[in-house]
């Protein structure tokens, strides 16, 4: 069964550098999601993406942040300059329709990002 | 705005026991209904969905039944396994806001054997 895949699975960072979390969406999926779940807190919301384009975005979701498709495979989510407060885990979604059609978003197992 | 709101747990049972697990949800517009869990370790799986009022959504013996009356989408199992010692989150989503899901803070279940 197709899966949505995240790499890596735990990323360590001094605060104020830069990371980049990966996803592989679903091959035939085309809107795409992350979201984030700092430890004890919900599942949040973060940015929605279809046709190389963010749909929707969150308050959280500011200038330190951006997404890419780079290629016709990958996904990513950047954080420029991290901060304490980033510490969370970060799932990645994707689904074969969207925007304004419901649909079912497959998660991936998550990024665990630890800012020291 | 869109908000859900579930039990608060952790829930310990023991196998074979009936499972119940709370959730009521606040919505502008007509919300599709989700519950996910999480295994330990793994990211988040669709453990059954309904979209519209009266459907009932079933999976792996899990059910949870659209209720649009009570506002609510509360998640039943008739004989808990070992095996579903979980986290399990209840979530919606709107067609006007775009898809994304807004979820509940999660419920914690312990089954013990």
């Known amino acids: 069964e197709p899966e949505v895949t995240q790499t890596p699975s735990h990323q360590v960072t001094q605060m104020g550098q830069e990371v980049i979390l990966r996803c592989v969406p679903i091959s035939n999926h085309l809107y795409f999601y992350w979201y984030r779940q700092i430890l004890g807190q919900k599942v949040e919301f973060l940015v929605s993406f279809y046709n190389n384009e963010i749909s929707e975005k969150s308050e959280i979701f500011d200038d330190q942040f951006s997404v890419e498709r780079p290629d016709g495979s990958n996904f990513t989510l950047k954080i420029r300059s991290t901060k304490l407060e980033d510490s969370a885990m970060y799932f990645c979604?994707?689904?074969?329709?969207?925007?304004?059609?419901?649909?079912?978003?497959?998660f991936g197992p998550g990024t665990r990002l630890t800012v020291l | 705005g869109n908000s859900v709101t579930q039990m608060e747990g952790p829930v310990t049972l023991s196998e074979e026991a009936f499972l119940t697990i709370n959730c009521t949800y606040t919505?502008?517009?007509?919300?599709?209904l989700f519950w996910y869990v999480q295994y330990p370790g793994e990211g988040l799986q669709l453990l059954l969905k309904?979209?519209?009022?009266?459907d009932k959504g079933s999976n792996k013996g899990f059910e949870a039944t659209y209720r649009k009356e009570t506002t609510s989408f509360h998640l039943e199992k008739g004989s808990v396994q070992v095996s579903d010692s979980a986290v399990y989150f209840c979530a919606l989503s709107v067609q006007a806001a775009g898809n994304k899901l807004t979820f509940g803070g999660g419920t914690r279940v312990l089954v013990k054997p």
């Open positions: 919505a502008t517009g007509y919300p599709s």
């Open positions: 309904a979209t519209k009022a009266d």
């Open positions: 979604a994707s689904s074969e329709i969207g925007g304004l059609r419901t649909d079912t978003q497959y």
